[in-house]
Nanobody, 118 residues
Framework: QAQVQESGGGLAQAGESLRLSCTAS????????VDWYRQAPGLQRELVAR???????NVADSVKGRFTISRDNAKNTVYLQMNSLKPEDTAVYYC????????????WGRGTQVTVSS
C-alpha cells in the first residue's frame, strides 16, 4: 500500500516562512486530491489546504493570503508554502490523500511538527 510522507517542518520565528513537502510512492500524489491538515495540542485536526487532482486549490480562511498549496507532478510532491507564520500556526501538519487501487485507501502521513515562536 502506498504511503505519504511529510517533510520540511521545524522551528520558525513569527513572520518567517517554511515549506512543507508531501511525497509518496507511485503516482497517487499527482492523480488524487491531496490535503494538508494540522492539529495543535488540545484541538481537533483541521483542514488547512486542498489541491484537487485537476489542480484546483483551496485554503482555510485562517491561512488565506499566507499559505499556498501546490503540486509538482514530475516529482510526485505536494507543497505547502507557509509565509508570515504566526505562533497560532504551531501544530503537527499532516498530509492526506484518498486513492483507489482495487479498493479505497484513506492515507495519512505521520506528520511534521511546525513550531512558531513569537
Amino acid at each position: 500500500q502506498a504511503q505519504v510522507q511529510e517533510s520540511g517542518g521545524g522551528l520558525a520565528q513569527a513572520g518567517e516562512s517554511l515549506r512543507l513537502s508531501c511525497t509518496a510512492s507511485g503516482n497517487i500524489i499527482s492523480t488524487n486530491d491531496v490535503d494538508w491538515y494540522r492539529q495543535a495540542p488540545g484541538l481537533q485536526r483541521e483542514l488547512v489546504a486542498r489541491i484537487t487532482a485537476g489542480g484546483a486549490t483551496n485554503v482555510a480562511d485562517s491561512v488565506k493570503g499566507r499559505f499556498t498549496i501546490s503540486r509538482d507532478n514530475a516529482k510526485n510532491t505536494v507543497y505547502l508554502q507557509m509565509n508570515s507564520l504566526k505562533p497560532e500556526d504551531t501544530a503537527v501538519y499532516y498530509c492526506h490523500t484518498l486513492f483507489h487501487d482495487g479498493e479505497w485507501y484513506d492515507t495519512w502521513g505521520r506528520g511534521t511538527q511546525v513550531t512558531v515562536s513569537s
